[in-house]
């Protein structure tokens, strides 16, 4: 069986459904992945190849979200079970970008979930002679904009604090054909050529977000003995989509129906109840 340790993106399992022998399993985050369809038996970036000797974890087309360590667990009937971790590394090419967090754990694609109100930094670095220009861009364009370099390293940090304002946004970092700008001391008025963009990360971040309203909605004022009488439960804005229940007293009802959401781009859903 294969884990992918921080995050649980994938994983393989060949056992069967109660732990026994039985059809192999793989499962992959698609959004870390890809979709479920492919070509022949090729079905997401990464798939556990049981038919080489010996099988083998297979990762096509690498990127940076994908660095991290990698469990590989044996299971025996009549043993102790075997684990060992491996530890991918990915290296970027130079003069291309890569965000981190102040530990140097790395950053790229949907990240968190934060709980709200947390403030995040995150570092923006990149290597190249002569060291290429960073920017921020996205949400995160009017936040950070110094860049240092020291060693052949250009890096700049940025601050964000976790809110509903700044929940599911993308916050992009990219290297630009200039470092340096030219300040004139006497009229302390900094220039700086035109740059283009060469190469450019991103990160979205996910952001835990209570429900900004909570309304259970009545037929009426009043509802008559023995007839049925349909209840609404309406949540506004929290994410991820909110678990509802129902109960009368310390009774707990299940609901008439299956709830309605929308996720875009903060959940709102409806549930219904029908009481007798």
């Not at 209570?210 to 909605?217: A, D, H, W």
């Not at 707990?252 to 299956?258: C, I, K, N, R």
Request: proline share 7%.
């Amino acid at each position: 069986m294969w884990k992918l340790i921080r995050g649980r993106r994938t994983s393989f399992d060949s056992r069967g459904q109660d732990g026994e022998e039985g059809e192999e399993r793989q499962w992959g985050d698609e959004a870390a992945w890809g979709s479920s369809t492919g070509v022949g038996n090729v079905k997401h970036r990464a798939w556990f190849d049981t038919n080489s000797i010996p099988a083998e974890l297979v990762v096509r087309d690498v990127r940076g979200r994908d660095e991290g360590s990698y469990r590989c667990k044996v299971h025996f009937k009549a043993s102790p079970s075997w684990s060992q971790r491996v530890t991918l590394t990915v290296t970027d090419p130079p003069g291309y970008p890569r965000i981190q967090e102040e530990s140097g754990r790395r950053l790229e694609g949907p990240i968190g979930p934060y709980q709200d109100g947390t403030t995040l930094t995150m570092v923006c670095l990149t290597s190249a002679e002569p060291p290429p220009g960073l920017v921020w861009g996205g949400a995160g364009e009017a936040l950070g904009r110094s860049v240092r370099v020291e060693g052949g390293i250009a890096r700049t940090r940025l601050r964000v604090v976790a809110a509903r304002s700044t929940a599911l946004s993308t916050i992009t970092c990219s290297t630009t054909n200039t470092s340096t700008c030219t300040t004139t001391t006497t009229t302390t008025i900094t220039t700086c050529p035109p740059s283009v963009l060469i190469h450019t990360v991103s990160v979205t971040l996910r952001v835990n977000l209570p429900p900004v309203e909570v309304r259970v909605e009545a037929p009426g004022r009043w509802v008559s003995g023995g007839q049925k009488a349909t209840f609404t439960c309406r949540v506004w804005g929290s994410w991820p989509e909110p678990v509802i229940q129902w109960w009368l007293g310390g009774r707990h009802l299940a609901p008439s129906t299956s709830p309605v959401s929308s996720l875009f781009p903060i959940a709102s859903i409806n549930c219904k109840n029908d009481l007798v």
